[in-house]
């Protein structure tokens, strides 16, 4: 006989896949409007996604889920209501539970308000960034921010406003945790990158040359049988900024970006998603539906596409396999340059302007300084209008640079004006996770070198799909980080990874 | 000032408007699941599918849009209750109340329980076709029949319960009309047939050759360039089968199938399906979510495919154009063989066990086969079991030959597995329809094969836009054929156009 908490349980899983269907279609959607949609389509489109948006929030927050949730558990309290449950299906009503409390509180016509708004700032930030002018996207840059000011009263929090945003990304992230981290790791990053200056820049010349794009999608496509990537239960495609978006388990896809000039754009953007794409297939698909088949945060999930695009796809071992082949496949171009010549190049260190153009070592100071200035106007320490002084003044400090401009300084993200205020820590968070996830990979397989170098990667995947992908939600991210590697998360595993590389390719140890 | 019956049409307007935008996320989902999703995301979808149908059809026949309905017309009676409207909007009342006393006759018990039955058949169906094996077969197809006739219940009809099946699919056609019109057709097109193999059957070997599957795919793209179909709003990709799905006026979608064997089967298909996308685009956009932004029947959307792939498609003019430019495409399989070799080659008539490889002569015939047996099915005078005799009998009566087996007999069309009953007819109505239209057309254009010569295709388009596709569903199928031609619907041009073209080309003149 199946016990009545089993039914209600059961009723509620119903309920919640099917917003999970709904859900999916809206990947879809998304998906489709990057990849294949006619140009013309725009319009349309746009009206589908909101009407799918608008039913799911209606759903997740209406009395039908409300209804079958408070059957199981008390949602003032979170006490549950019958103990004869199995702890896993004690989490997922743990994280249902959060996950209504979170998506109820902000009243309808907030919600409503706030998407037109950023519909209408994206555009005119597109137009501002094309001229140049900040000045036509501050009174939308100050609307945004006023309205994430409220967006936090509405959430709630207990120190700082921001930590109300973060957590919308990274759940359970405060600010008192990650200011600390942060500001050590941009002491260590701006003093190593200084460090590195003082060292004659490699040449990457050769990398910058026309490259056939059709032979760029093959090999890209090789790695990823050679990662044993399944093709049927995924597909790659082409678009202007790659992606990862998953329908399913069994329906994950990306894309990336090909450009006729250089080679490595593909390959590392290839790498980057299918680590996306790895943790969403990895998700353990009978519970799809359930917070256990969701990733934990976006710092989780970045850590799983840097750990393929860096930690792995940036290693000595992946390209003894992989250069030769490369070699071959472009060899008028590529065999006359030496392997060592060739990593060289794929690590070259140097201040930029650009976040999405730059490298692995500088990368998270583009970060440090988008969160420094976040948490600023949020407490109103720093104003929306003194922004292109401000980012300024931090590029010097960080990067010992000046922004010629504000198209290729404040300008540059979509994200702000997309009302996304407190993702882009989740960027840095994820190099930091990987980190000190590898510490302990590296532990259990001493050998991954020598395996790579053949060409094995499959005990890879399988490392991360056990510890990692394969718990969905069950563990919050600190928790996730404390059980493997006994650690809260620091910065030390990042930059000792950086410092031990860079150090070696630099000459510096 | 807005009057309250503008308001109030306004509010039915915007809760349609939602359906139109769950329905076109629907076409995506059947779209993307013919050309691009991973294999393995099967299951995934089908859940997908049926949760957006749902919704569909909650929405349709839902409290919601019945009061907005009810506001503007009585249910029961069809009087309008406010004249303040305009004739457009009066017609779009219409449509709409007939769609939902349509869409609310049948029980939702019984709907959950035939799509059951189906999706369970279809399956049954395509191992029993490979296998050969009705008797597998037999026991679903009963059921559909039974359920189908207990669905003509709950449509309810007047005269024979084949009439409220055929309305699904071709609104307001009824048995009585059909059956003598459809008889007439088949005498006149037995007796042409015979006239036809007492001639030598003519050659087509040359295009039973290999040929490169990218320029087939390039051919297909430059003729609907040249049929100026606007790549903005529209995409052809490949496909098993080829399909047309319109998500928008502005976002339709068809896909063609290219072999490396045979050469006319993309072109032809790529004509075929432009022709419905063509209708899809022409539908009046500011309407999208009323009825008057929808196609009137299968039937006149069949008029549309066939238009392009027959009546233009095969045209003397059409390749009067083209031929040169497919034999500089296939230089070395083409240069030798001359126009009127071409020209025969593809108006080869002959009896074939299979639909969708008939010629353009006998297609029909295994239309009306199909449509007299499920009219016999429908009355009782036919038992399922019966049915691969009836086949059999009927295919040598109709075209003089034998299926060896059920594979290639009545087993080989999904349609009846999947509860498609009264869809057939829409075939044949279809070839009816266009060239009773094309009649009233060249009266207009005397010169259309002139200016069709000189690769002018854009009149021909535009005559369709105005006189069929911009209606959307403001006029019958009968109604539109009245306007168009002055005349009810009859077999008589089609026979014509037919005996016109093939006596000569068989010289039978």
Redesign the interface.
């Known amino acids: 006989m199946v016990s009545s908490s089993q039914k209600d349980f059961e009723r509620l899983f119903e309920i919640s896949?099917?917003i999970a269907?709904?859900k999916?279609?809206l990947e879809?959607?998304h998906w489709?409007q990057e990849t294949?949609?006619?140009?013309?389509?725009g319009?349309?489109?746009s009206?589908?996604i909101?009407?799918?948006s608008s039913?799911i929030h209606k759903d997740k927050t209406g009395q039908r889920f409300k209804g079958a949730l408070s059957k199981l558990i008390n949602l003032k309290t979170g006490k549950l209501k019958n103990p004869r449950l199995s702890y896993a299906q004690k989490i997922a009503l743990r994280e249902w539970r959060k996950d209504f409390l979170k998506a109820t509180k902000l009243p309808n016509e907030f919600v409503k308000h706030f998407s037109e708004l950023t519909a209408k700032a994206t555009m005119v930030w597109a137009e501002a960034r094309k001229k140049n002018a900040f000045s036509e996207f501050l009174p939308y840059l100050e609307k945004i921010f006023e309205m994430s000011r409220k967006k936090a009263d509405f959430l709630g929090y207990e120190d700082h406003p921001y930590d109300a945003l973060l957590d919308e990304f990274e759940d359970g992230m405060t600010t008192k945790r990650i200011t600390p981290l942060f500001t050590r790791l941009k002491k260590k990053l701006v003093s190593f990158l200084k460090e590195i200056q003082t060292k004659p820049r490699m040449e990457n010349g050769f990398l910058q040359k026309q490259f056939s794009k059709e032979k760029q999608i093959a090999f890209g496509q090789n790695i990823l049988d050679t990662l044993k990537l399944?093709?049927?239960?995924?597909?790659l495609?082409e678009s202007d900024h790659p992606f990862t978006q998953s329908?399913?388990p069994?329906?994950?896809?990306f894309t990336t970006r090909v450009t006729d000039i250089g080679l490595m754009s593909n390959i590392f953007s290839v790498l980057h998603e299918a680590g996306h794409a790895f943790y969403e297939m990895g998700l353990p698909a009978d519970y799809?539906g359930t917070p256990l088949c969701e990733s934990i945060s976006l710092g989780i999930h970045e850590s799983q596409s840097r750990w393929w695009e860096t930690l792995i796809g940036k290693s000595k071992a992946f390209w003894l396999y992989f250069y030769p082949l490369l070699q071959a496949t472009f060899s008028e171009k590529l065999n006359h340059i030496s392997f060592d010549s060739f990593y060289s190049a794929i690590h070259i260190a140097e201040p930029s302007l650009i976040r999405v153009e730059a490298d692995e070592l500088t990368y998270c100071l583009h970060i440090l300084l988008r969160f420094e200035l976040e948490k600023s106007l949020l407490d109103g320490t720093l104003k929306v209008k003194e922004i292109p002084e401000a980012w300024k003044e931090k590029m010097n400090e960080f990067l010992g640079i000046f922004p010629p401009d504000d198209a290729r300084g404040c300008l540059q993200d979509i994200h702000w004006s997309s009302g996304l205020i407190g993702y882009f820590p989740t960027y840095a968070l994820g190099n930091l996770y990987a980190a000190q996830f590898f510490e302990v990979f590296e532990t259990t397989y001493p050998d991954w070198e020598t395996r790579i170098k053949q060409g094995d990667f499959s005990f890879i995947r399988e490392w991360l799909r056990t510890n990692i992908h394969t718990h969905g939600r069950f563990f919050s991210a600190e928790e996730l980080c404390r059980k493997i590697t006994k650690k809260a998360l620091s910065e030390a595993p990042y930059m000792g990874y950086l410092k031990n590389k860079y150090g070696r390719l630099y000459g510096l140890q």
């Open positions: 896949k099917e269907g709904l999916s279609v879809l959607l489709d294949y949609m006619p140009k013309g389509g319009d349309a489109r009206f589908q909101a009407i799918v039913r399944q093709r049927q239960f995924t597909r495609d329908l399913h069994t329906d994950t896809r799809w």
